[in-house]
């Protein structure tokens, strides 16, 4: 099997000129939106794009995301060479997967192969239903602290300056509406899209499958391998190919069965949710954060679109401690069980298992600035000690009741340990009546 291409450079496609920001609008620099050159912003398409139905523009998201995930340049197709081993790889390890630990639904899960935009415009859809929620939050959150304002004075706030645009009139609101009051209601869930769609791309530039990260994807589970980030990390690390290659196949079909379980996936994502939904606006915090926007000024809307953890910051509440807590507690089951299981395969039928193994470790740990918002965002921040803590917890269950006892896990949704029981793996066996021998 010869060499896989690597993405290379090409002329730009037609479709950035439909891009809202304008064409060479974003560069190849840091991840969020401090990327983009704000000063070819176009106003008046803006606040058309504020008043977009739902609570977050998919389809400017999509874009950005695609866009963070190329550096704006056009991608080369994935060779047929690729898919067809992965394809072999993947159902390699969905037997082996089976056998190890009697997940059949590794055999539901679909396989392909896709290139960085590939992967963000999957996962732009597949974090929606999270994103939309807490964007609808946030939305409601904004609109309460301003009802609870002083009522506007629209005589008092006088006409425009000349040669700056009617904010009222650009937005279509009634005369005698507070047009900086709606817009801040109006702009945080539409950054909070540009943010969500700068994360998506930036995740994209290094995933080597979908479940690097225990993102709450509300899709329907499935395994899709990065072939350029394949490539990049074989090459990075000095890896045989097909080992590598193996290696994620078996980590994306045990994460693709842990999900496939009826439960496991909507516990995820309604965790998420609940996580989300437990922000609480400070209106204080708020406004002095932002109450100074100048809507006409790219540069002041650049000062809030660089920021999500300011945006997010100040609406961090106290209840999200115990969900996080939760959330933090089922991922490391979720990854110490796959890797555990990973072990046990790959040790037997891959030769290069360690070198691979400590290259991934270090992969899944740094990811930057993309990182410090999923953790903003969505509580998801897991560091060494949770993949630790719940590989710990596994290899407990598994020295006192054997691998059959560790896969009762899966039977029902009562079965996931308390925080205290992933510190004492003993606990959580005498909770679900299995002996401790």
Avoid at 2 to 20: H, I, K, L, M, S
Wanted: with cysteine; charged share 25%.
């Amino acid at each position: 099997m010869g060499d896989v291409p690597q993405p290379g450079g090409g002329e730009p496609d037609d479709e950035r000129a439909g891009f809202p920001f304008g064409a060479g609008g974003l560069g190849a620099g840091p991840f969020g939106p401090g990327g983009f050159d704000l000063s070819r912003i176009d106003m008046a398409q803006m606040m058309r794009m504020l008043q977009s139905a739902g609570p977050v523009n998919w389809e400017v998201a999509s874009q950005v995301a695609t866009w963070v995930a190329t550096n704006g340049e056009p991608e080369p197709e994935v060779p047929e060479s690729t898919r067809e081993q992965m394809e072999e790889l993947a159902s390699a390890a969905r037997a082996h997967v089976v056998a190890e630990t009697g997940l059949t639904t590794a055999f539901q899960a679909p396989v392909q192969t896709v290139n960085r935009a590939g992967w963000a415009t999957l996962h732009a859809g597949a974090l929606r239903r999270v994103l939309e929620s807490l964007a609808r939050n946030l939305e409601d959150a904004m609109a309460a602290a301003q009802a609870a304002e002083d009522p506007y004075d629209a005589a008092e706030a006088g006409a425009p300056e000349p040669g700056q645009p009617d904010l009222g009139a650009l937005l279509g609101l009634p005369p005698g509406t507070d047009p900086f009051g709606r817009l801040l209601t109006t702009l945080a869930p539409v950054l909070l899209g540009v943010q969500s769609g700068s994360m998506i791309g930036y995740l994209a530039q290094h995933a080597l499958g979908r479940y690097d990260l225990p993102l709450p994807a509300g899709d329907a589970p499935s395994l899709a391998f990065v072939a350029p980030n394949l490539d990049a990390f074989e090459q990075e690390w000095s890896l045989p190919r097909t080992d590598l290659r193996f290696y994620v196949a078996l980590h994306e079909v045990l994460h693709a069965a842990q999900r496939l379980v009826p439960w496991v996936q909507e516990r995820l994502v309604s965790l998420a949710i609940e996580y989300v939904g437990a922000y609480e606006l400070d209106p204080t915090a708020f406004e002095s954060r932002f109450g100074d926007i100048d809507p006409t000024n790219p540069e002041s809307l650049a000062s809030i679109a660089s920021q999500p953890e300011a945006l997010l910051g100040a609406m961090q509440s106290d209840r999200q401690r115990d969900v996080l807590r939760r959330l933090q507690t089922f991922t490391s089951v979720l990854e110490g069980y796959a890797d555990v299981v990973l072990d046990r395969i790959g040790e037997r039928f891959i030769s290069s298992y360690g070198q691979i193994h400590e290259a991934m470790k270090r992969h899944r740990l740094v990811r930057g600035e993309a990182d410090r918002f999923i953790e903003g965002l969505l509580g998801l921040r897991l560091e060494r000690e949770h993949y630790e803590r719940g590989e710990a917890f596994c290899r407990g269950v598994i020295e006192r009741a054997g691998a059959e006892g560790l896969n009762r896990l899966w039977e029902r949704e009562a079965m996931v340990p308390t925080p205290a029981e992933l510190e004492a793996p003993g606990l959580w066996l005498a909770r679900i009546e299995l002996p401790d021998s």
